[in-house]
């Protein structure tokens, strides 16, 4: 990955939408040259997807929790299958296994309480292999980043 990659890619996570004419222009380099390299970087992975970021509660979610999940050892059938559970979860938004005080941080995202208390209840807590869960509540997000900025020297 070159300078002009980064560049690229520097651009794209600002702006996904923009043009392959504009994003060839702001790069230097020709409208072909500019498409055969954002392929590139999507064949090989770099580029993982683009999608529409939501503002949670402007589409009516107005609980963001981080959940903090310790598991039982001895109740353990197997770490994969807590995180297939995990992933199967559609108020479960970010998962991430973490080494320390516990052994996964959920993201999760509810219409209101009472919708995350039967997330709660009637899912997380029947999850086989699971010893605590501490949540977290949200109240503001002075950074929600979603860009790596990347030195493009």
């Given at each position: 990955m070159d300078r002009i990659d980064k560049k690229i890619l520097n651009i794209l996570q600002k702006n996904a939408k923009i043009t392959n004419?504009?994003?060839s222009r702001m790069?230097?380099?020709?409208?072909?040259?500019?498409?055969?390299?954002?392929?590139?970087?999507e064949t090989t992975g770099v580029i993982c997807h683009v999608t529409a970021v939501?503002?949670?509660?402007?589409?009516?979610?107005?609980?963001?929790?981080i959940v903090s999940i310790t598991l039982s050892l001895s109740k353990l059938s197997s770490v994969e299958q807590i995180k297939e559970k995990f992933s199967e979860l559609e108020e479960v938004v970010e998962c991430y296994q973490i080494a320390g005080a516990h052994d996964f941080i959920l993201k999760v995202i509810a219409k209101d309480i009472k919708a995350y208390a039967e997330f709660i209840n009637q899912k997380?807590?029947?999850?086989?292999?699971?010893?605590?869960?501490?949540?977290?509540?949200?109240?503001?997000?002075?950074?929600?980043?979603?860009?790596?900025?990347?030195?493009?020297?």
């Open positions: 004419a504009k994003l790069v230097g380099i020709s409208a072909p040259a500019t498409l055969e390299r954002v392929k590139r970087l939501l503002d949670p509660e402007k589409v009516g979610f107005s609980i963001m929790a997380l807590t029947r999850i086989q292999g699971i010893q605590s869960i501490q949540s977290s509540f949200v109240i503001d997000r002075p950074k929600d980043k979603k860009i790596l900025l990347l030195d493009e020297e």
